[in-house]
């Protein structure tokens, strides 16, 4: 019993780790971040804070939380050779592609913050990493338009600089719509963190053979990608365009539910919820709010919510309680802010680096800490004697 919460004792056996960051009741479909649900903060506050918050423990006070965003700021650069990793890459790379190369080359560049062992050392790859990876994924962009890179404005905040250098030319003045700044720091919010996630357990397992917090990150990145977890924004979004209108919703949802059809309603079903996925709910009033303050009437949006709809009347997804997951909402705003679907994911990874941090940060200061190994039940054959191949 650790406060308001107590633990089954089979659940503490099953538990890959402790954790004091992020608690999900799937059946209720609760997520806290330190104690603080979800829609209070992506409500209320910003995506700073809650980068703060997940580091620290606590919500920082005016002063905290201006430091904390100044250092942020003055790690937005990035090594300038590193510009010429992009140039090494096709023009049609998958943004992610580009994104799992980069950040696992960091280390190559940043010696002075690969020592896990040296406290102040962990605190600067933090940062380093929450700072660049808007750099990182904005040059990846401009790279797949060829456009020119453009250069951090630290005038700016985390969020607003993220989008002028995604989508500002040098030709013309940029000033980023507060509507947009403030639809995208609300997406990086409900993306921060997520407890024992694929791509958070795969950081966590990296880190607990002491492998550099760039190479980590980069693991993380690379099991994001898949369409099961992070890549489902990008395949929800082009499900929803495929649809097209309502009416094909029924073949879709028939499919969906053929066990000999591979096909998956995209943004739908959780591991762990089994309940409206909270952050759902967020998105599915940002995405109209979003759309009716840029005037935009997209038809997926329309298209989503009749799915939606249909899913949840739907005795099968009422049987094996399947709702709508953080991926089903997304990709309409995305879409409505300009970014091509390619960019969905490496959006996740630039919002989930706060959170595979701040786990990694949790696992390494550990001093109980081991490597992680996972074991399996064995269900190949028993032990036999070789036999040379002359007699096979
Ligand atoms: C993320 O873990 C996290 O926290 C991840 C994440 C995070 O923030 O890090 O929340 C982000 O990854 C969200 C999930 C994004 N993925 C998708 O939207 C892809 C579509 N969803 C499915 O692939 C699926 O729901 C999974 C992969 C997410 C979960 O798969 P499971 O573990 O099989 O889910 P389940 O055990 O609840 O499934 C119960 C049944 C199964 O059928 P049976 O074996 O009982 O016959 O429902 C079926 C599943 O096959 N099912 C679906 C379905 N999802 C599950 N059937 C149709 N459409 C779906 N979307």
Redesign the pocket.
């Known amino acids: 019993t650790t406060g308001a919460f107590t633990y089954d004792p089979g659940f503490t056996s099953t538990a890959s780790c402790w954790s004091k960051l992020t608690y ?1 009741d799937g059946d209720q479909g609760i997520l806290l971040h330190r104690g603080y649900p979800i829609d209070q903060l992506a409500e209320q506050s910003s995506f700073m804070e809650v980068a703060y918050l997940l580091l620290n423990g606590e919500l920082p006070g005016k002063a905290e939380l201006e430091t904390f965003t100044n250092t942020i700021t003055r790690h937005t650069m990035l090594h300038e050779q590193l510009s010429t990793f992009y140039r090494g890459f096709r023009r049609d790379a998958h943004p992610m592609a580009i994104m799992c190369g980069v950040v696992g080359a960091l280390s190559a560049f940043y010696h002075d913050s690969t020592d896990i062992n040296d406290p102040q050392q962990r605190v600067i790859a933090s940062h380093r990493l929450i700072a660049k990876m808007p750099t990182i994924a904005a040059m990846a962009y401009k790279y797949s338009v060829g456009q020119p890179f453009v250069y951090p404005d630290n005038t700016l905040s985390y969020t607003a600089n993220f989008l002028k250098m995604t989508f500002s030319v040098p030709a013309e003045e940029y000033v980023p719509d507060p509507v947009i700044v403030d639809a995208m720091d609300k997406i990086f919010i409900l ?1 921060a963190d ?2 024992q ?4 357990s795969t950081v966590r397992l990296a880190g607990s053979s002491g492998a550099n917090p760039f190479a980590c990150i980069a693991a993380g990145i690379a099991c994001l990608w898949g ?4 890549g ?1 924004n990008e ?2 979004l082009n499900m929803l365009r495929e649809i097209g209108t309502p009416d094909r919703i029924p073949e879709y949802i028939a499919r ?2 053929n ?1 000999d059809d591979p096909f ?9 919820y ?1 309940n409206f ?1 909270p ?1 759902a709910k967020v998105l599915s009033k940002a995405a109209s709010d979003v759309l009716d303050r840029l005037g935009i009437s997209d038809p997926v949006l329309d298209t989503a919510r009749e799915l939606e709809q249909i899913a949840l009347k739907d005795q099968y997804f009422i049987d ?3 709702y709508p ?4 909402y997304s990709g309409v705003i995305l879409s409505a802010i300009g970014f091509p679907t390619t960019m969905f994911t490496v959006l996740f990874a630039l919002a ?1 680096t706060v959170g595979w941090v701040a786990q990694w940060n949790e696992m390494i200061s550990d001093p109980e800490q081991k490597i992680g190994r996972p074991r399996q039940l064995y269900t190949g054959p028993t032990q036999r004697d070789y036999v040379p191949v002359a007699q096979r």
């Open positions: 999900i993306h997520h407890e996630n694929a791509s958070t369409p099961a977890h992070g489902a395949a929800a969906a539910k066990k998956r309603l995209m943004g739908f079903g959780h591991r762990v089994k996925d952050r094996k309680k399947l997951n953080v991926d089903f989930r």
